[in-house]
């Protein structure tokens, strides 16, 4: 029994050994001018699309056509 509970504290120790490893690692890892430059150019892409969006509500308000009136 006492080499099952041995064994288990060295497999939990060894996975969060691992699991910390994996993290800091992670964290340490640069990022490349291509991965900024994708955020960018989607970040870019998202506000414009947000601007279209909005553009065309407001031009369906300003004609009139709203959702309630059929």
């Known amino acids: 029994m006492t080499a099952v509970a041995v064994s288990l504290a060295v497999f939990v120790v060894v996975l969060?050994?691992?699991?910390?490893?994996?993290g800091w690692r992670d964290r340490n890892r640069?990022?490349?001018p291509e991965d900024s430059a994708a955020m960018r150019d989607a970040?870019?892409?998202?506000?414009?699309?947000?601007?279209e969006r909005h553009g065309a509500q407001g031009e369906v308000w300003r004609s009139g056509q709203t959702s309630n009136s059929t």
Not at 16 to 22: C, N, P, Q, S, T
Not at 43 to 51: E, I, L, V, W
Request: proline content about 0%.
């Open 16 to 22: 969060i050994a691992a699991f910390v490893f994996v």
């Open 30 to 32: 640069l990022s490349s």
């Open 43 to 51: 970040a870019s892409t998202q506000a414009r699309y947000a601007a």
